[in-house]
């Protein structure tokens, strides 16, 4: 069985980071694709990055790029996403999610909720002003 946990949200100070982890298990981590999205209150689940796990390439659509860093540790079967410079606009539920293919660098397509087979539950971020 696919399983996707994430953890590390919380409560931040604008200007703070947080590390998030997805913990992966039941499938072949290297053959996968892993991503991260996030939802606000009231909006879209927007995507925020992919990794090919066999390779290890990232990708970030435009939107994304500066703030967000993704990475992998394919012996813990863990994805991470680091924020850097936290603002209140970043409070959302953060979800990692997988599919057994590499991202590709077409943000149309890894961005795209409908793209992905597998979800955790996600993991809560706030941002205080």
């Known amino acids: 069985e696919v399983q996707l946990v994430e953890s590390g949200g919380g409560l931040v100070q604008t200007g703070g980071s947080l590390r998030l982890s997805c913990a992966a298990s039941?499938?072949?981590?290297?053959?996968?694709?892993i991503g991260w999205f996030r939802q606000a209150p009231g909006k879209e689940r927007e995507g925020i990055s992919c990794?090919?796990?066999?390779?290890?390439?990232?990708y970030y659509p435009d939107s994304m790029k500066g703030r967000f860093t993704i990475s992998s540790d394919n012996a813990k079967n863990t994805v991470y996403l680091q924020i850097d410079s936290l603002k209140p606009e970043d409070t959302a539920v953060y979800y990692c999610?997988?599919?057994?293919?590499?991202?590709?660098?077409?943000?149309?397509?890894?961005?795209?909720?409908?793209?992905?087979?597998?979800w955790g539950q996600g993991t809560q971020v706030t941002v205080s002003s």
């Open positions: 999610a997988a599919r057994p293919r590499q991202c590709g660098s077409n943000s149309y397509y890894y961005t795209a909720r409908a793209w992905w087979d597998y």
């Open positions: 039941g499938f072949t981590f290297d053959r996968y694709a």
């Open positions: 990794i090919s796990n066999a390779d290890g390439t990232v």
